[in-house]
């Protein structure tokens, strides 16, 4: 009896988990509620005030490509039309941005998401212009990806205070 009830529950488990990955559901019979929506499409003017001002502030010409919300990551993700992915916390902090290719951010961008001393370090070893991207990393570090040869990740904690050079 224990073997078919384990068998029952693990059954049950892996039929929640597989839905895990579904993108978006259509609503049944032409209404009603579709379920639960593990992401999907956004409009962009569901996004976070915050998210939506910086957006407004560091790229107010450039046109929205996607908007996407990941209930499960508790993020969203906006891709620019000119290629630069940004993703935002449920708050609308900004805790990633990546530009395309041989691409840079721009060094307003830059200057407004880390500390002080982690902007003031980049100007100081002249790489504040040659971002590619920084990562709010778990809450416990900025990495910022430089367009340098060799080790191009510098690490900081959130204080700004420099940890270490990655590759």
Do not use: W
């Not at 407004?56 to 010409?61: I, Q």
């Amino acid at each position: 009896m224990k073997f078919k009830r384990l068998m029952s529950v693990t059954a049950t488990l892996v039929f929640l988990l597989g839905g895990a990955t579904a993108v978006a559901q259509a609503p049944v019979n032409g209404g009603g509620n579709p379920g639960i929506v593990m992401a999907g499409s956004q409009n962009y003017s569901q996004l976070p005030e915050k998210a939506r001002a910086f957006i407004a502030k560091h790229f107010k010409d450039i046109g929205i490509r996607k908007c996407e919300k990941y209930f499960a990551k508790g993020k969203y993700e906006v891709e620019l039309s000119n290629g630069v992915d940004l993703e935002f916390n449920t708050d609308g902090n900004l805790i990633e941005i990546d530009a395309p290719g041989d691409m840079m951010l721009p060094v307003a961008v830059v200057k407004d998401m880390l500390p002080s001393k982690a902007y003031e370090r980049l100007a100081k070893d002249g790489f504040n212009a040659m971002v590619e991207s920084v990562e709010f990393n778990r809450g416990k570090v900025y990495e910022v990806e430089l367009n340098i040869p060799g080790p191009d990740t510098y690490v900081f904690d959130l204080n700004g205070v420099f940890l270490a050079i990655e590759d």
